[in-house]
């Protein structure tokens, strides 16, 4: 699909040249975030996106574009540029392998997606998650500062006061509308409601890429299931990376590596070199129908938000970010909340619905949370 950017011009610009005061500011460089803010194109809105870590940022996830991503970056995007994909390019869907079969079989799992009924011919892409955050907000037309990190705001019924912080140094920018796309341990949902936080239960993953082989066919992504949680792989250019989640049994890095012995056993894993280790904390919001959508002028989305489908964050990222960020419009032309038109957008109806039909099917299928 061809979609004009001739005013999609980003700039990437140092904290000196922060302003003081913008329309719209995003927390969060993701595709929630760049999402929410291609809404504002040609809008002649003021619109930064801020980001703690240095650009470009690399995320732990399997990098894997589910066909109801694809098919929403193609209804909304350009192409995504070649340097972006990783090999091989197309995942064709998922198989699964599990530590209870001594017969090492390898099983295909019904669907890829369990977001949307999508044709059975449709595939993934595998992408570079750095890569792919860095184009997705070089798409959106909003200034993009780096190293700059959220630690609260205020909101006086006018205006937010939100407070940054780069290298030690504090700075306050005022906004009218503050979107918070930061992810599962979002500052900005802290800001807003510390109770909610103290509610959630918070599970670990641990990764490792590998330079390796193994007996298995690229092209797929590969689940790990276990009696008492479970792990993945993906093959991406000339690397492995594996990851597991941690069960009420064992953290997530003792079972990592568990799965690597069980791989060596069963399909002939053998690691040349690790590349890197990394580990991150997911909570239990989408699972519990937890969701949290901000409070007035102050949006939540994405995984901040908890929209999650099933084990793909990165559709429910781009979907409620498109929906804030059409919301925040739409408020400042109806003089109401950008949280009420958010709530009773269709999108955000959709997605929850979406959400809610697929938790259950990871169970269905074999996946055990250790939560």
């Known amino acids: 699909m061809n979609i004009e950017c001739s005013k999609t011009i980003n700039r990437q610009v140092d904290i000196a040249q922060l ?38 940022r690399d995320k732990m996830c ?43 079989c390898v099983t295909t799992c019904p669907a890829l997606d369990l977001g949307e009924a999508l044709p059975n011919q449709e595939h993934g892409f595998n992408v570079d998650r750095s890569e792919f955050d860095y184009w997705l907000c070089k798409e959106s037309g909003a200034l993009l500062v780096d190293n700059c990190l959220f630690v ?121 070199k690790t590349t890197m280790t990394r580990g991150i904390v997911m909570n239990d919001m989408p699972y519990r129908e937890n969701y949290f959508l901000g409070n007035g002028n102050i949006l939540l989305v994405g995984e901040a938000a908890g929209f999650v489908r099933a084990l793909d964050g990165i559709t429910g990222a781009l979907v409620s970010g498109k929906a804030a960020g059409e919301s925040a419009l739409k408020s400042l032309q109806s003089g109401l909340s950008p949280l009420q038109h958010y709530s009773e957008h269709n999108l955000v109806q959709a997605e929850w619905k979406i959400c809610k039909e697929v938790q259950p099917r990871l169970g269905e299928l074999g996946f055990v949370f250790g939560l």
Not at 95 to 100: E, H
Not at 201 to 213: K, R
Not at 252 to 271: C, D, M, N, P, S
């Open 152 to 272: 609260d705001c205020k909101h006086d019924g006018r205006d937010i006061s939100v407070r940054v912080n780069h290298e030690g140094k504090y700075h306050e920018i005022i906004t009218k509308i503050l979107i918070g796309a930061d992810g599962p341990i979002s500052r900005v949902r802290r800001s807003l409601s510390p109770e909610l936080d103290k509610t959630l239960n918070w599970i670990a993953l641990y990764e490792e890429h590998y330079e390796a082989t193994i007996d298995l066919e690229p092209g797929w992504q590969y689940w790990i299931l276990d009696p008492v949680t479970f792990g993945s792989f993906t093959h991406k250019d000339k690397v492995i990376h594996l990851n597991a989640t941690a069960s009420r049994a064992e953290t997530a890095k003792k079972t990592l590596y568990r799965f690597v012995t069980f791989l060596q056993e069963r399909y002939g894993l053998k690691i040349n």
């Open 62 to 104: 399997s990098g894997v574009i589910l066909p109801s991503a694809r098919k929403y970056l193609s209804e909304n995007y350009n192409e995504i540029p070649e340097h972006v994909f990783t090999e091989p390019r197309a995942i064709k869907g998922s198989r699964c392998v599990s530590t209870n079969d001594l017969q090492a």
């Open 19 to 56: 302003k003081k005061s913008y329309d719209i500011v995003i927390v969060g460089s993701g595709p929630a975030g760049a999402s929410a803010a291609r809404a504002f194109i040609g809008s002649g809105l003021d619109v930064v996106i801020i980001e703690k870590c240095s650009l470009k």
